[in-house]
């Protein structure tokens, strides 16, 4: 967990860390789903890469979620752990740019020869790398922006 804002250094709110968790979770399903019924990823006998990567994924987000959850409550000036408006937030702005960025990247690179022949597994991995880079990348950028603003006051 970060250190950027006060509610971290006075208690360490695990109901919020539970709530973004279970969002993480959650946003695998659609993803499992793709990755069942269109890709046959289940027919395969790289199960258990699929598990790690699904694994790895819920890890990502929610550390994902929780830089947002940060910036937007420095954003939001409100520092109150009973103001649930920063972790809805934050973990809504995860999953639409996390959904976007999955199924733009496999309908992007459906159309490529290349792509198909990989195997399933592979082509679950590929999108899922994209997609949870970009969200990691625009989390911690947006995180430092609010954290530059903290430092300027």
């Known amino acids: 967990m970060s250190g950027m804002n006060i509610q971290w250094k006075?208690?360490?709110?695990?109901?919020i860390v539970a709530i973004l968790s279970s969002f993480a979770i959650l946003m695998q399903i659609p993803t499992i789903y793709h990755a069942r019924e269109i890709l046959q990823v289940v027919n395969n006998e790289y199960i258990a890469a699929y598990i790690v990567i699904i694994?790895?994924?819920?890890?990502i987000i929610a550390n994902s979620e929780v830089a947002l959850y940060e910036a937007f409550l420095v954003r939001l000036r409100s520092y109150n752990i009973?103001?649930?408006r920063a972790p809805f937030l934050a973990a809504s702005?995860?999953?639409?740019?996390?959904?976007?960025?999955y199924y733009l990247?496999?309908?992007?690179l459906n159309g490529v020869k290349l792509f198909g022949v990989m195997n399933p597994v592979a082509q679950y991995a590929f999108c899922q790398v994209i997609s949870l880079l970009l969200v990691m990348i625009i989390s911690f950028w947006y995180?430092?922006?609010?954290?530059?603003?903290?430092e300027a006051l």
């Open 10 to 15: 006075l208690s360490k709110p695990l109901g």
């Open 55 to 59: 694994i790895a994924a819920v890890f």
């Open 82 to 84: 009973k103001d649930y």
């Open 93 to 101: 702005f995860v999953s639409v740019v996390y959904y976007a960025i």
């Open 105 to 108: 990247t496999f309908a992007a």
């Open 143 to 150: 995180n430092r922006r609010q954290l530059k603003i903290i």
